[in-house]
């Protein structure tokens, strides 16, 4: 039971450059969410997916783009990395049930992004 | 919008002492929940408070749940080298789908 899987662990872009950081979740769950953390930050939300087919935008979307791809799979690009947006990058999810919000969220092992 | 403050940010404490940690919101909260993260892990979930004035048990860890639903502490008895790690509270009002995460408390046990 692998959980919660993103990829790639680590990544090293210059500015300027995309790329897509994916994760995919294996417990049926209906909500996905994106977080970077950032030093004394704790974790913000970049963009979450409530349910298939839906998206949206949390506290720092700028810079970002997501998909919902299916019910296991969310994906966060970056169209053009800048310096700013080097952070480590968790993928969660939670949410069996219809009620979600009250459910806890599982989280990925990250991506540790560094862009010169 | 909503904003989760946690303090301190950050303690060091001999091994055996206590060591609690607070979360206050700007806004009434529906729920809480609490994710302890290890150096170099990713966040794990200790607990849920829902109820107003709540207080849960888990071994030496006591959470709770302020009267108002605006504020939450952790609190851990006699603190082991194990409970070394990140401490966030995570909270959602009420009919918003989004948790908004404390800023965390850094957690370092000397043995």
């Known amino acids: 039971n692998a959980g919660v899987t993103q990829t790639p662990k680590f990544q090293v872009l210059k500015t300027g450059q995309s790329m897509t950081l994916q994760c995919a979740q294996d417990?049926?769950?209906?909500?996905m969410y994106w977080y970077r953390q950032d030093p004394g930050m704790g974790l913000r939300l970049i963009y979450y997916?409530?349910?298939?087919?839906?998206?949206d935008k949390g506290e720092v979307p700028n810079g970002y783009n997501v998909s919902r791809l299916n019910k296991r799979e969310f994906s966060l690009r970056l169209e053009s990395a800048a310096p700013s947006q080097t952070s480590v990058y968790f993928c969660?999810?939670?949410?069996?049930?219809?009620?979600?919000?009250?459910?806890?969220?599982?989280f990925g092992d990250g991506t540790r992004l560094s862009i010169l | 919008g909503q904003q989760v403050m946690q303090i301190p940010q950050y303690q060091h404490v001999q091994e055996g002492e206590d060591f609690t940690t607070y979360c206050n919101s700007s806004?009434?909260?529906?729920?809480i929940q609490w994710y302890k993260q290890r150096p170099g892990g990713h966040p794990v979930f200790l607990i849920q408070?829902?109820?107003?004035?709540e207080v849960k048990k888990q071994k030496r860890l006591t959470f709770q749940f302020g009267e108002a639903k605006k504020n939450s502490s952790l609190h851990i008895t006699a603190t082991q080298t194990t409970d070394v790690g990140t401490y966030f509270c995570a909270g959602r009002r009420t009919g918003f789908q989004k948790l908004v995460f404390g800023t965390g408390t850094r957690l370092l046990v000397s043995p």
């Open positions: 969660a999810s939670s949410g069996k049930d219809r009620t979600d919000s009250n459910q806890p969220q599982h």
């Open positions: 417990m049926n769950h209906n909500s």
């Open positions: 997916s409530a349910s298939e087919g839906t998206t």
């Open positions: 408070l829902v109820k107003s004035g």
């Open positions: 806004t009434t909260l529906s729920n």
